[in-house]
């Protein structure tokens, strides 16, 4: 049987732009790769535009699983990936972040006796309430190697018991992402925002369960970005699922408004060239907050904890939760204060590193 050297399993937009990084450099070397996409986010705008976009080669496996509930959906990765995995007979299995992709796959390789290597280990907020902690927390406790991508992320693994010679600091590496391709985002944007007649705006992106399962925490966020749109445009890409709970909550209706121009979800290149763009980004995703900060746009999060506080320690992003009027309270001071914002986010050193992550991983 061929041996592949290592098994990537990735099946979401955010999986597929932080490993990014790890294929290019993977490639380089020559490394063997076997490629599984889950197929957890199955939406074109949402997966297959960015193998396109961030030259990714075709996954050699789809597993199709689909939206379901979170024990549907981690029992038909569990399911599927293992017979890829006895298939294929990996020295390594490499999966990143939180989602249910990650925890099934950790499973997988912890039955198959497999080791395991997470990509953005450590990360914590410390709410179990979260499907996103217990998935973190698993993965890390069953992984072989945590590639963490900070000192504070490293820290969290040590006080969990993880042995040291376990964890190995990269940087983050949405960090080498954005720095590619920031100039390309940036032109890209341009003519979309051409397109909407738009000079200044604040960008909005809302998708986590916490807030989209919640009828009065979205409908509380809706009415604080209607509130916003009444001093600045908002562009708003919407999710799918915060759509489709919109329009269930019969909520939606709250943003047809002329200066909230809702969109489709937007490739790569245009939604990082409207983040690098925008005055102000309003978002309850932890990845757009490493993008934010990474690009020194100020950042206020609809939530009331980050995985990320490097984020918020760095002063670039505010913790607003999702109360109307602390929503708007927290945009009113960003704009106030928002040139010296930008201006101590240009004197530190970026805590997520150099851009050089994939290369560490590799």
């Not at 024990?71 to 890829?84: N, W």
């Not at 040291?164 to 944007?189: H, M, Q, S």
């Not at 908002?234 to 909230?260: G, M």
């Not at 602390?326 to 001071?333: P, S, T």
């Amino acid at each position: 049987m061929k041996r592949k050297q290592i098994m990537i399993v990735f099946g979401t937009r955010p999986e597929a732009i932080k490993l990014a990084p790890v294929i290019w450099h993977s490639r380089n070397l020559n490394i063997d790769l076997c490629l599984v996409w889950s197929g957890q986010h199955y939406d074109y705008e949402l997966s297959r535009v960015f193998f396109e976009e961030l030259k990714l080669p075709d996954p050699d496996y789809n597993l199709e699983v689909g939206s379901g509930t979170h024990g549907q959906q981690t029992a038909r990765i569990i399911e599927r990936l293992e017979k890829v995995v006895l298939e294929e007979n990996p020295a390594v299995i490499v999966a990143q972040g939180d989602t249910n992709t990650v925890l099934g796959t950790a499973l997988v390789a912890a039955k198959c006796k497999i080791p395991f290597a997470h990509v953005e280990a450590g990360l914590r907020s410390y709410d179990r309430t979260m499907p996103e902690e217990i998935n973190r927390i698993v993965a890390d406790a069953v992984a072989e190697l945590c590639f963490a991508p900070t000192e504070r992320a490293a820290l969290n693994l040590l006080y969990e018991g993880i042995f040291p010679w376990k964890i190995f600091i990269t940087g983050n590496t949405i960090v080498d992402v954005v720095l590619k391709y920031r100039e390309k985002a940036v032109k890209a944007a341009e003519k979309l925002l051409t397109e909407l007649a738009l000079k200044e705006y604040c960008l909005a992106t809302v998708h986590r369960a916490e807030n989209t399962d919640n009828p009065t925490r979205l409908e509380n966020i809706f009415k604080a970005l209607n509130t916003i749109a009444d001093q600045i445009p908002v562009v708003f890409p919407i999710h799918p699922r915060t759509r489709n709970k919109a329009e269930k909550y019969s909520i939606l209706k709250l943003l047809k408004k002329e200066n909230i121009y809702l969109t489709k979800p937007l490739g790569y290149f245009k939604f990082l060239g409207l983040l690098a763009k925008t005055k102000i980004v309003l978002t309850d995703s932890g990845g757009v907050q490493e993008e934010a900060l990474t690009l020194k746009t100020p950042c206020i999060t609809l939530r009331y904890n980050t995985e990320r506080p490097e984020t918020v320690e760095a002063g670039g992003n505010i913790l607003a939760g999702t109360e109307v009027n602390e929503i708007i309270q927290c945009f009113k001071h960003t704009i106030k204060h928002i040139k010296e914002i930008k201006e101590k986010l240009e004197k530190k050193p970026n805590p997520l590193r150099d851009g050089k992550a994939g290369q560490k991983l590799t």
